[in-house]
């Protein structure tokens, strides 16, 4: 049982790919959050507190100096931590230092008291261009993480070999990030690896979400894969200027008619 949950990472666990109708953005953690909170309700312990810090486009280093510092300040009960997506897209990688980064931020965080999960994203190299380089760069970092555990008061999810979560109809119009369905999975896989119950429903419509999305057309690589590059030549992050959308502990309102929603 955990009282407190705060999140740190990249797009991934910001939620990015799993949209509102208000612009906002939920994502895995959220429902972690919610699975976490219910669990907490019916043992009588009332909800937990949850933050989350991610901010899309951050590269490991980057990530780790921005939220590590304030996420361990919290001493919250569970800390989740995923990054390095952005740096296996580099041209050039060191893929033994970003897992030596990972489990060492994730030691910091252990040795603070702190229960740490780390966890890896899921694969969308069958669906993106040069998707074979992140296929082979994802497996080495999985690898050098995995071979680094078990390690005291860590859980880890490998959501990176979790084939399902490979096929189109987890995946956002992007197809790098997925969508509210594969936010879903990937919050059972971490809520089964902490054992704790995963809720009956998400409240998410499954039957419009789970539509194949377009094909690589024209209006892809417009839309998604030439600002990409732009960014990437400029030197600018799709995170720039953003701000925590949790920055602070907040309760988790668990609702009567389902598990739908985060507000404080």
Known sequence: MFSSYTAIGDSFTEGMGDELPDGAVRGW???????????????????????????????????????????????????????????????KVLIDDV????????????????????????NPGKHLPMGAVMNRRGDELAEAVTKRFPIENMTYVDNWSDQELTRIEYWSSDKLHLNALGHARVAGN?????????????????????????RNNLGYYRDYVVPWIGRRLTGR????????????????????????????
């Open 29 to 91: 953690a959220d429902f972690v959050a919610i699975g976490l909170s219910q669990a907490s309700v019916a043992a009588g312990a009332g909800p937990i507190g949850y933050a989350n810090l991610a901010i899309r486009g951050r590269k490991l280093g980057p990530l780790l100096a921005e939220q590590l510092p304030p996420a361990i300040a919290m001493r919250p009960a569970l800390l989740s931590l995923n990054g390095g997506g952005n740096d296996i897209m580099r041209p």
């Open 190 to 214: 971490v809520l089964r690896g902490l054992g704790v119950e995963v809720p009956a429903g998400w409240g998410i419509d499954e039957a419009a979400i789970s539509r194949a999305n377009a």
């Open 237 to 264: 992050s799709s995170g720039d200027g953003r701000a925590p959308k949790r920055a602070s502990l907040l309760p988790v309102v668990v609702e009567a008619t389902g598990a739908t929603g985060t507000g404080a």
């Open 99 to 122: 897992a030596e980064q990972l489990v060492q931020a994730a030691r910091q965080a252990a040795d603070a008291g702190i229960h740490v999960l780390l966890l890896s994203g899921a």
